[in-house]
């Protein structure tokens, strides 16, 4: 099965019908008729199969996957030993509630997740299905730990669509318009944004703890949450010196420092957690996307005496850490630490942001290059200025699909191009990707 499907995909990018094809164009008129149009559509190519960093379209075309469906299949479609552990799964049971009778899957990937994220102190894990489950969860938890109610969020930060997260959102569109009213308790300060405020980690940190302590008060939060590097917000990494100089502030003043690794976890930056760079140790993480390659599992995972704050049946849900997630997310982490994919993080985010460089050299529409690992982006700017250029990232965007590349904006201002391809992606079709993105840029220069 396996082997068959394997052969039948094939490395290449290869299109042979116009992009959407018939059987897309066809299937996009049910949507249209079927799902509601308050969905994104994004690339209206409707997927038959895929495999590795490619995926087969309906009509036949061979796409080159360079998003991973926003940064969850980094160890690629349908890799045999995920395929094997979810059939496995499947075929001895699907689902029994873990909060009414309990199965060993849930149990280790807890252990796994104790022992992939920062720090030797005594941890504890639960599970869920979605990000934003699990960050609703973590603030749960500090809220009930510390007895605290303020959660202080940053700029162009993304943690959810649900009520909590879209408060914990700064984007209004498409996030939050009209959605109100918003839950309370949620304070905004600035992020460490190097390319637009030129400011060092340091002197963003005061800035923002500054605002804290004028405006919210030390002693009313309850926890900090930030993305390590900001995903849906335009792929900000923070200066040097900012994430250490927030964690230390949170444990000189009893705030709960919430490390949101859902998009730059799980490897693609080349660490377990981007936190690992500048060599934080969150009091909680949460983690999603890539931690089950594909299937919906999340997890918090905190300090021993937060997690276990908690009264008996506090915490739970009817899917969450269901057991073929669980089963994936086993399978997932076994092969990211087989193949060595973290290193491989490494080598693809050299090889992108060499070639990325290169471009900005070229051009003059490409503002600032960025990124860690494999999780890198272009920022988008009109010529000889820092505006933010919108309407060229939707053009790339365009271009690269009708070349069959999935390509992936992001960016409050909707200004930047991410790349966040598969980590099992090869050096030649990584390098067709970039060629083709490399045209586009040029082509809309
Ligand atoms: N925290 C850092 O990146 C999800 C959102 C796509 P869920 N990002 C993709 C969209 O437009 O809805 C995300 C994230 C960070 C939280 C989340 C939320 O994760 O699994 O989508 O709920």
Request: charged residues 20%; aromatic residues 6%; glycine residues 12%.
């Amino acid at each position: 099965m396996v082997s068959s499907l394997e052969s039948a995909v094939g490395e290449r990018r290869h299109l042979v019908t116009e992009i959407p094809g018939p059987n897309s164009r066809a299937l996009h008129e049910r949507r249209l008729a079927a799902v509601s149009s308050g969905l994104t559509v994004g690339f209206p190519v409707y997927i038959d199969r895929a495999e590795g960093a490619i995926l087969v379209d309906v009509d036949g075309n061979r796409l080159l996957d360079m998003g991973s469906g926003i940064a969850v299949t980094s160890v690629g479609h349908a890799v045999p030993a995920v395929v094997e552990a979810v059939s496995n799964q499947v075929a001895h049971f699907t689902h029994t509630c873990f909060m009414v009778t309990p199965y060993e899957g849930y149990v280790e990937v807890c252990e796994e997740l104790n022992s992939l994220t920062p720090g030797t102190h005594d941890k504890r894990t639960a599970l869920f299905n979605s990000g934003a489950e699990a960050i609703e969860n973590a603030v749960k938890v500090a809220r009930l730990a510390t007895g605290r109610s303020a959660v202080v969020v940053f700029e162009h930060a993304y943690h959810g669509r649900t009520n909590l997260t879209m408060a914990l959102t700064a984007k209004n569109m498409p996030y939050k318009d009209r959605f109100g009213p918003f839950a309370p308790e949620v304070y905004r300060v600035p992020m460490s944004y190097p390319f637009r405020d030129g400011l060092s980690g340091a002197e963003a940190a005061a800035r923002a703890i500054s605002i804290i302590e004028t405006d919210v008060g030390s002693r009313n939060v309850a926890a900090l949450l930030i993305e390590p590097i900001q995903g849906e917000g335009g792929f900000v990494v923070p200066a040097d010196g900012f994430l250490p100089a927030l964690s230390r502030w949170t444990s000189d003043n009893g705030v709960v420092f919430i490390a949101d690794e859902i998009q730059s976890g799980f490897g693609r930056t080349g660490q377990w957690f981007a936190v690992e760079h500048e060599g934080v140790v969150p009091d909680v993480v949460t983690t999603a996307k890539g931690l089950a390659g594909g299937m919906p599992l999340a997890g918090v995972t905190g300090r021993v005496e937060l997690m276990n704050a908690v009264h008996e049946g506090g915490l739970g849900g009817t899917y969450g850490g269901n057991p073929v997630a669980a089963a994936a997310a086993l399978a997932t982490i076994a092969t990211l630490r087989d193949r060595d994919l973290l290193a491989r993080a490494r080598a693809l985010g050299e090889i992108m942001l060499a070639s990325l460089h290169q471009l900005q050299r070229d051009v003059t529409i490409i503002g600032d290059v960025r990124g860690r690992g494999a999780m890198v982006a272009l920022e988008l700017v009109e010529p000889g200025s820092k505006t933010p250029h919108p309407r060229a990232a939707k053009a790339v965007v365009a271009y690269c699909q009708q070349q069959g590349v999935v390509a992936l904006a992001c960016g409050t201002d909707g200004n930047v191009i991410r790349l966040l391809p598969p980590l099992v992606i090869t050096d030649e079709q990584l390098a067709d990707g970039l060629g083709v993105l490399g045209a586009a840029v040029r082509s809309v220069q």
